[in-house]
Structures are given as structure tokens and as C-alpha cells.
């Protein structure tokens, strides 16, 4: 079996939800199949990619449409990158 498809089991016996990105899950990983995000995009601003290219796809790509949702989506990759960065300094210490 697949990794991505075994459901881990709680203490209490029900199922987990499968979540795409690594951590600060905010989206399902079937959200993000039905909204066809490529593995190398599931990341912990998954959950603001999908309606950033919904509003892409519905406005034809228009690069001054769409202008709240990629800013929302550039400004947590944006502290997802300085938590890493602080993160990595961190264990260097």
C-alpha cells in the first residue's frame, strides 16, 4: 500500500483526515486532488493556492485580477520561509 492512501487510526478508533502540506494542515489532501495542486505546491499555504488559481482560472490568468488572494498567498510563503530560516538557525546553535 501507498503511504498517501493508508488512513492512520486514533486512540479512539476513528479515522484520521489525510492533509496536504507538512504542517499547519489547513486543507484536505482531497481538496487538494480535486483542485489538482501539484505534489510540490502542498505546503503549509496549500489551503491559499487553491482559491488563488480558482480566481486565475476564472479571470484568464489577468495578472492585475487576483491581486488579494496572491498577495495573502506570497505573504505566508513569505513567514513560512522566515519559520524555516529561524528554525535552521536555530539548530545550529
Same mark, same amino acid.
Given at each position: 500500500?501507498?503511504?498517501?492512501?493508508?488512513?492512520? /487510526?486514533?486512540?479512539?478508533?476513528?479515522?484520521?483526515?489525510?492533509?496536504?502540506?507538512?504542517?499547519?494542515?489547513?486543507?484536505?489532501?482531497?481538496?487538494?486532488?480535486?483542485? /489538482?495542486v501539484?505534489?510540490?505546491?502542498?505546503?503549509?499555504?496549500?489551503?491559499?493556492?487553491?482559491?488563488?488559481?480558482? =480566481?486565475?482560472?476564472?479571470?484568464?490568468?489577468?495578472?492585475?485580477? =487576483?491581486?488579494h488572494?496572491?498577495?495573502?498567498?506570497?505573504?505566508?510563503?513569505?513567514?513560512?520561509?522566515?519559520?524555516?530560516?529561524?528554525?535552521?538557525?536555530?539548530?545550529? /546553535?
Amino acid at each position: 500500500r501507498r503511504v498517501e492512501e493508508h488512513r492512520e /487510526q486514533t486512540r479512539s478508533g476513528r479515522k484520521r483526515k489525510k492533509f496536504c502540506g507538512m504542517s499547519g494542515f489547513a486543507t484536505t489532501k482531497e481538496a487538494c486532488d480535486d483542485a /489538482q495542486v501539484p505534489q510540490v505546491w502542498r505546503d503549509t499555504c496549500a489551503h491559499l493556492l487553491i482559491p488563488l488559481n480558482e =480566481c486565475r482560472k476564472k479571470e484568464h490568468y489577468l495578472p492585475w485580477k =487576483c491581486e488579494h488572494e496572491r498577495h495573502v498567498y506570497e505573504l505566508c510563503q513569505y513567514k513560512d520561509y522566515k519559520k524555516r530560516v529561524k528554525e535552521a538557525e536555530a539548530s545550529r /546553535q
